[in-house]
């Protein structure tokens, strides 16, 4: 696995750590086959850092929306989500080839219910193609209430 997305995977809740990592070697392979690189490129985000993207395309018009979670409303926020990224070499093909890329997070997105997973793609209001999460069972706002009170998330 390559540097990166070890050191986002070591971003995520220690509970989710190795179901991440089991997806994403799974994905790898299917990578592989496509001849492109899949790598996990965000893992944990602050606050701060989740408001910021939130901005983005809200702000400034000329920018894409990326997000429809504020601060506090994203899996990101609790480290138990991923953006991924789909490379060839140092392209990143979500920008110039996004329709490889999005065959690629389509193949990945079906492996993502057998390891316990959330994908993005199946989203209502937002096709997120790159974004996978462990929400099983824990809706937002216990998270933000159990954040907030500082207790254990899982």
Sequence with gaps: ?????????????????????????????????????????????????????YAQGRTN?????????????????????IDCGVFRGKAYLDSSEPKTADIMHRRAGSIAEKHGLTWGGTFKGLYDAPHFEFS?????????????KNQELL
Excluded: C, W
């Design 1 to 53: 696995m390559d540097d990166r997305s070890q050191k986002t995977l070591a971003t995520l809740h220690p509970k989710v750590q190795q179901r991440f990592r089991d997806f994403l070697v799974e994905a790898q392979s299917i990578a592989a086959e496509l001849g492109v690189e899949y790598r996990a490129i965000s893992g944990l985000r602050t606050f701060a850092e989740q408001s910021a993207l």
């Design 61 to 81: 018009k000329s920018l894409p929306r990326v997000t429809n979670a504020q601060a506090g409303q994203s899996y990101h926020n609790y480290g138990l989500a």
């Design 136 to 148: 099983k069972g824990l809706p937002i706002a216990t998270l933000l209430e159990r954040h907030n």
